[in-house]
């Protein structure tokens, strides 16, 4: 069943977790062996909301972390930075540590792309063979609309943390 994140929600679903788009929002995903495990990132208390992410996490007994992902419009929520992508990859670097001082790779989209608008959901389908999810858009409200892939080879931003 399809799990959709509020902000400052957090959550897990084996097949599909997703999060609507707000201007200033982050959607981080876990990707263990069995399960994604979510937050959705406002801009408020973001180490306290990653923190919950974690507890929720230990109290589920989730396993290591093999994928971490986190994707959002980076104009949004990087306004003011003068290098937003290195922004964004020092977030999920914070990140990263608050999940148990996790390393390994980390992934996402720049959301500026699809335009972001109400009723815009990003959401992550996991392939667990491979260690790795695939990434959609959809333009409708959570569950409704065409489902758009984002491009892995030319939208994924990826490195190691």
Avoid at 9 to 32: C, K, N, Y
Avoid at 35 to 62: H, I, K, S, Y
Wanted: hydrophobic share 40%.
């Amino acid at each position: 069943m399809p799990v959709y994140l509020n902000a400052g929600e957090v959550g897990t679903a084996r097949d599909l977790l997703g999060f609507p788009q707000a201007p200033r929002s982050l959607g981080v995903v876990a990707m263990t062996a069995g399960a994604l495990f979510g937050v959705n990132l406002d801009a408020e208390a973001p180490d306290t909301a990653v923190a919950t992410l974690r507890d929720f996490m230990a109290t589920r007994q989730a396993g290591p972390i093999l994928a971490l992902y986190g994707s959002c419009n980076h104009a949004g929520r990087y306004a003011d930075a003068a290098n937003r992508l290195a922004a964004w990859q020092a977030e999920m670097q914070g990140v990263a540590g608050l999940l148990g001082a996790w390393h390994g790779p980390a992934r996402g989209c720049n959301t500026g792309f699809i335009e972001p608008r109400e009723g815009t959901t990003i959401e992550y389908s996991p392939d667990y063979g491979a260690g790795a999810c695939d990434i959609h858009y959809r333009r409708a409200s959570a569950g409704q609309g065409q489902l758009h892939a984002i491009d892995s080879e030319t939208r994924l931003l990826a490195f190691e943390v």
